[in-house]
T-cell receptor
Framework: DSGVTQTPKHLITATGQRVTLRCSPR?????VYWYQQSLDQGLQFLIH???????AKGNILERFSAQQFPDLHSELNLSSLELGDSALYFC??????????????FGNGTRLTVT | AQSVTQLGSHVSVSEGALVLLRCNYS??????LFWYVQYPNQGLQLLLK??????LVKGINGFEAEFKKSETSFHLTKPSAHMSDAAEYFC????????????FGIGTKLQVIP
């Protein structure tokens, strides 16, 4: 058990809809990262928050947004969903956002299916 | 910019045989290197990491990897494969200093044949 909790585990929704994915980081970790995993693209970095502030953006679409709350949990919002957004979305946490040798601790992911 | 190349998206080995998963990286500064493993329906978990010092790094479950700067490689090995090693393995690189950005390889699925 990594200590990172993601909900829900599965999400099935229709095109054009909006969903929210939730992540609680491991106790003591200040950084939260979001990744998208699909068969053709592999593991793609979306966004990183550190102690409530956005630290870096990766390949995140404008239809997607995220935030990290004062209690350090994070939400990833996906809107105007398309079939191609179907993927496994992972949250990961680390103890800080400065030391690049800190390992990432991953949750079990949310599997999103857009129909 | 940093990048990771994993040679072979699928690797099959017989139980008891040597496991060798290849990873080459590109980085403008000396990197930190990681191997993660993903079992079905689970998130990634850290196998081992190289930060500094000894270039041969030992990880969990009998895996080890050697950092070879001249070859820009960080191949993962295990002397004897076990059925429980069947999983997907990801090599990752991040740059020293400043902001931590982790770049993952495409992953290698390891099949262990009894």
């Amino acid at each position: 058990d990594s200590g990172v909790t993601q909900t829900p585990k599965h999400l099935i929704t229709a095109t054009g809809q909006r969903v929210t994915l939730r992540c609680s980081p491991r106790s003591g970790d200040l950084s939260v990262y979001w990744y998208q995993q699909s068969l053709d693209q592999g593991l793609q970095f979306l966004i990183h928050y550190y102690n409530g502030e956005e630290r870096a953006k990766g390949n995140i679409l404008e239809r997607f947004s995220a935030q990290q709350f004062p209690d350090l949990h994070s939400e990833l919002n996906l809107s105007s969903l398309e079939l191609g957004d179907s993927a496994l979305y992972f949250c990961a946490s680390s103890v800080d956002g400065q030391a690049s040798n800190s390992p990432l601790h991953f949750g079990n992911g949310t599997r999103l299916t857009v129909t | 910019a940093q990048s990771v190349t994993q040679l072979g998206s699928h690797v099959s080995v017989s139980e008891g045989a040597l496991v060798l998963l290849r990873c080459n990286y590109s980085s403008s500064v000396p990197p930190y290197l990681f191997w993660y493993v993903q079992y079905p329906n689970q998130g990634l978990q850290l196998l081992l990491k190289y930060t500094t010092g000894a270039t041969l790094v030992k990880g969990i479950n009998g895996f080890e990897a050697e950092f070879k700067k001249s070859e820009t490689s960080f191949h993962l090995t295990k002397p004897s494969a076990h059925m429980s090693d069947a999983a997907e393995y990801f090599c990752a690189v991040s740059e020293r200093g400043g902001y931590q950005k982790v770049t993952f390889g495409i992953g290698t699925k390891l099949q262990v044949i009894p």
